[in-house]
T-cell receptor
Framework: KQEVTQIPAALSVPEGENLVLNCSFT??????LQWFRQDPGKGLTSLLL?????REQTSGRLNASLDKSSGRSTLYIAASQPGDSATYLC???????????FGGGTRLMVKP | DTGVSQDPRHKITKRGQNVTFRCDPI?????LYWYRQTLGQGPEFLTY????????KSRLLSDRFSAERPKGSFSTLEIQRTEQGDSAMYLC??????????FGPGTRLTVT
């Protein structure tokens, strides 16, 4: 059974700082991995999708990497802004599965 | 461009009542998923459809839960004889085959 862990559970940084969010998974037979953003009481917004054949994806100030051999993915946020404050979730889709398995999320607060 | 929509956004019901939620996926997407999220946790998979066929159900989906996607378009999730433990955010997502999943805003259920 795939298990996904996100560390830290919460993070507070000053505005402008670069930061890295971590995601680890137990089953390396990943088909793809998605990073999501969730604002309080809202649904999930897809940020980046990395296919198993890819090592990283970039969108604006966000860069996500995937290392299947070590069972890790990271989300790098450059020049953080208060508007980046939200919960960030990673989720993996296994080769043999059809549903996303989510981590518990990292709650990010960027202080002005 | 219309994303995934869900109705209602909020539902308060008394224990023992039945509730039904609706999800309208992105129109060209053939797959539709239901997830449940409790406070402070990542979403957990409930069930998914490919076109009108329900292909997989989680063990979380007790006999009180039923889902349909009658014409391969919108889907409904019904909970019979609600219990306080059913209180959660119910999230719907859709995708084109095993590609990126897009989530709706969710339906927050409170059982009193």
């Amino acid at each position: 059974k795939q298990e996904v862990t996100q560390i830290p559970a919460a993070l507070s940084v000053p505005e402008g700082e670069n930061l890295v969010l971590n995601c680890s998974f137990t089953d390396s037979a990943i088909y793809n991995l998605q990073w999501f953003r969730q604002d309080p009481g809202k649904g999930l917004t897809s940020l980046l999708l990395i296919q198993s054949s890819q090592r990283e994806q970039t969108s604006g100030r966000l860069n996500a990497s995937l290392d299947k051999s070590s069972g890790r993915s990271t989300l790098y946020i450059a020049a953080s802004q208060p508007g980046d404050s939200a919960t960030y979730l990673c989720a993996g889709l296994l080769n043999a599965g059809n549903m996303l398995t989510f981590g518990g999320g990292t709650r990010l607060m960027v202080k002005p | 461009d219309t994303g995934v929509s869900q109705d209602p956004r909020h539902k308060i019901t008394k224990r023992g009542q039945n509730v039904t939620f609706r999800c309208d996926p992105i129109s060209e997407h053939n797959r539709l998923y239901w997830y449940r999220q409790t406070l402070g946790q990542g979403p957990e998979f409930l069930t998914y459809f490919q076109n009108e066929a329900q292909l997989e159900k989680s063990r979380l989906l007790s006999d009180r839960f039923s889902a349909e996607r009658p014409k391969g378009s919108f889907s409904t999730l019904e909970i019979q004889r609600t219990e306080q433990g059913d209180s959660a955010m119910y999230l719907c997502a859709s995708s084109l085959s095993r590609r990126e999943q897009y989530f709706g805003p969710g339906t927050r259920l409170t059982v009193t």
